[in-house]
């Protein structure tokens, strides 16, 4: 089945700095890759997505890369906000199933 | 946009009973359902995949008797914790897929047993 590496575990950040979280994937045939950021308590929240036919896909301050020959995506956040601290979960599909494995995670905080 | 409405999203409950989750599709047909168990200060865990009109699909190391799984609708998945024990407490999350949205998730059930 797929195997969904994150690093790192832990980020801090100065607020206005980047924050860079990287990802690597097992299956070659997974074709969506998510990335959410949770809330304590809360459900996952979908911030941005590529599928496997895009190499980049950005979204205001947010944006993601993905290396198909590599399999690894990160996530880019530039001009960090107090307000992105949280965690963030990378995930890839399998393509049997249609399951969707989530990596370890990433802690970030953002230092005003 | 797709909606999965879960329920409870919190309940505690004894040594030995058994606690149901539910989640429901609102405004799409939902054929298939992840559910997922998160402890404290880790990742989502796949538990299994609900697929209506058939068996439940358990990942390695997850009892299906402890854990059971009924997809009863196209808009309907529980989950049953049996026996519960202090080491099931935990957040159950569930998902569906949705051609449109990607993985729409529950709010998410906070299970303590005590």
């Known amino acids: 089945g797929e195997n969904v590496e994150q690093h790192p575990s832990t980020l801090s950040v100065q607020e206005g700095d980047s924050a860079v979280i990287k990802c690597t994937y097992s299956?070659?045939?997974?074709?969506?890759f998510p990335w959410y950021k949770q809330e304590l308590g809360k459900r996952p929240q979908l911030i941005i997505d590529?599928?496997?036919?895009?190499g980049e896909k950005k979204d205001q301050r947010i944006a993601v890369t993905l290396n198909k020959t590599a399999k690894h995506f990160s996530l880019h956040i530039t001009e960090t906000q107090p307000e992105d601290s949280a965690v963030y979960f990378c995930?890839?599909?399998?393509?049997?199933?249609?399951?969707?494995?989530f990596g370890g995670g990433t802690r970030v905080l953002v230092k005003p | 946009g797709a909606v999965v409405s879960q329920h409870p999203s919190r309940v505690i409950c004894k040594s030995g009973t058994s606690v149901k989750i539910e989640c429901r599709s609102l405004?799409?047909?939902?054929?298939?359902m992840f559910w997922y168990r998160q402890f404290p200060k880790q990742s989502l865990m796949l538990m299994a995949t609900?697929?209506?009109?058939?068996?439940?699909?358990?990942e390695q190391g997850v009892e299906k008797d402890k854990f059971l799984i009924n997809h009863a609708s196209l808009t309907l998945s529980t989950l049953t914790v049996t026996s519960a024990h202090p080491e099931d407490s935990s957040f159950y999350i569930c998902?569906?897929?949705?051609?449109?949205?990607?993985?729409?998730f529950g709010s998410g059930t906070r299970l303590t047993v005590v």
């Open positions: 405004d799409f047909q939902a054929t298939t």
């Open positions: 590529i599928r496997s036919n895009v």
């Open positions: 609900s697929n209506e009109g058939s068996k439940a699909t358990y």
């Open positions: 995930a890839a599909n399998q393509a049997a199933g249609n399951k969707l494995t």
């Open positions: 299956d070659s045939a997974s074709n969506y």
């Open positions: 998902s569906a897929p949705d051609r449109f949205y990607g993985y729409t």
